[in-house]
């Protein structure tokens, strides 16, 4: 029995088409609330898990050993959502409730959707990077979810997202990776960064592609 039932995880109406709303004119848009506790709590202590039985990609080897698979970009260790718990089945449920809202609203054609892990140990970062390359019929909609309870300024690890691919100035927003908090990209889109963290950092990052060619879908208004 978990605290999650698949079932009982729905997501509130308003405040999920106030969040796609926000990214149909933004192109990238945060909301907090929107996943129940229990089940962040329950996917941070399944990550907990998986990172002490070594199981996730680059951990385990030796203190920095395999951290850097993506050469200097990255140093974050990662695991495929396999969908064999009961907390991965509830968020993978409310990711597709979402897929449906940004379809809605945004007529993308949103299709499948895949999503790992991330842990981040002290001195991790993300450089700046896009998701995806546009007309790469890839990845669309970009989704990260945060895990860390009590995530403070100091604690770094702030997600920097800038409004075009070509924005090199000041970051639009600096995003404080608070537990609960989701934050929506179009992946071809919005150039984005996780700054160093000063405390192990523990996250989800999911990917909505289209389904077919690129062609098929419309651009949002922007
Ligand atoms: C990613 C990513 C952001 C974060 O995994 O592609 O950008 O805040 N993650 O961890
Ligand atoms: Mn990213």
Redesign the pocket.
Known sequence: MSAFAEDAATLDDEATSRLVDRLATQGFAVADGLLPPALVAGLLSELHGLEQAGLLSGAGVGRDAGLRRDGDI?R?A?RWFDGGTAAERAFLALADGLKTAINRRLFLGLFDFEC?F?A?PVGGF?GR?L?SLAGAKNRVV?L?A?LDPDWSAEDG?F?RVWSAPDDHGAPAEA?Q?MAGRI?L?LSEEIP???LPAHRP?H?I?G?WRVNGSSANRLDPAR
């Open positions: 990255r974050a990662i790992n991330i981040y993300y990077h998701d970009s990260v945060y690890g997600l995003i990776p934050v990209m984005h960064e996780v950092r996250a990052a990917w």
